[in-house]
C-alpha cells in the first residue's frame, strides 16, 4: 500500500460529459502529480501541484483542469469527455517539490475511466 | 522534452535466471532515474532509483547502473521469481523550476517462468 489514496476506482460514463477524480496523498506529502496511461500513449504526465500552487504542465488538455485543496487533496476535472480519454488516471504523490533534488513518487492504484 | 526509450518490450526468464532491462535518455540535465514495477489492476510502485552523482546501487536482488556519458541506464534484477513477473517501467526527471516530472519509458513485460 503506498498510502495515495484515489477516488473513485472506475468510472463510467458518456461523451459529453464531465467527471471529477479524487486523490489523497500520502501523508506528509506536499506534492501531488496526476498522470494518464492508454495503451497507446503509455505513462504520461498531466500535472504538478505543490502546496496548492501548480508548478509543472505536461500535455494536459484544455478540456481538463487540476488544483490543490488547503488539506492537500487533489482533484482532476475531464469536461467534454471523448471516446480517447479513456484511460487509466493515476495520481502520486511526494515530499518536495524537486528544488535541491527529487523526491520519490509513490501512486495510487488509479482510477479506471470509460467513456462510452 | 525528454523522450526515454526502453527495451525490451517483452521479457521472458527462466525461474533463477537473471533478467536486465535498459533505457536511454535524450536530456543530458536529466538527473533522477527511477524503475517502477506495475502489476495488473495496481499502479506503478517504486522498486529501486539512482541519482546522476551514482554510478550504481542496489537493493538485495534488485540492481541499477547509469552510465551519464552514454545517457543510459539499466534494471538489473537476479534469482528472478514467479513474483516478479510483472510490467517495468523506466523514468527520467530534471528538477526544473520547482517541477519534477516523470518522462517513462514504454514498459517490459517481464515473465519469470518456472
Known amino acids: 500500500d503506498s498510502g495515495v489514496t484515489q477516488t473513485p476506482k472506475h468510472l463510467i460514463t458518456a461523451t459529453g460529459q464531465r467527471v471529477t477524480l479524487r486523490c489523497s496523498p500520502r501523508?506528509?506529502?506536499?506534492?501531488v502529480y496526476w498522470y494518464q496511461q492508454s495503451l497507446d500513449q503509455g505513462l504520461q504526465f498531466l500535472i504538478q501541484y505543490y502546496n496548492g500552487e501548480e508548478r509543472a504542465k505536461g500535455n494536459i488538455l484544455e478540456r481538463f483542469s487540476a488544483q490543490q485543496f488547503p488539506d492537500l487533496h487533489s482533484e482532476l476535472n475531464l469536461s467534454s469527455l471523448e471516446l480517447g480519454d479513456s484511460a487509466l488516471y493515476f495520481c502520486a504523490s511526494s515530499a518536495g517539490t524537486g528544488t535541491g533534488g527529487q523526491q520519490p513518487q509513490h501512486f495510487g492504484d488509479g482510477t479506471r475511466l470509460s467513456i462510452l | 522534452g525528454e523522450n526515454v526509450e526502453q527495451h525490451p518490450s517483452t521479457l521472458s526468464v527462466q525461474e533463477g535466471d537473471s533478467a536486465v532491462i535498459k533505457c536511454t535518455y535524450s536530456d543530458s540535465a536529466s538527473n533522477y532515474f527511477p524503475w517502477y514495477k506495475q502489476e495488473l489492476g495496481k499502479g506503478p510502485q517504486l522498486i529501486i532509483d539512482i541519482r546522476s552523482n551514482v554510478g550504481e546501487k542496489k537493493d538485495q536482488r534488485i540492481a541499477v547502473t547509469l552510465n551519464k556519458t552514454a545517457k543510459h541506464f539499466s534494471l538489473h534484477i537476479t534469482e528472478t521469481q514467479p513474483e516478479d513477473s510483472a510490467v517495468y517501467f523506466c523514468?527520467?526527471?530534471?528538477?526544473?523550476?520547482?517541477?519534477?516530472?516523470?518522462?517513462f519509458g514504454t514498459g517490459t513485460q517481464l515473465k519469470v517462468e518456472l
Open positions: 501523508s506528509g506529502d506536499l506534492s
Open positions: 523514468a527520467a526527471s530534471i528538477a526544473r523550476g520547482g517541477g519534477n516530472k516523470l518522462t
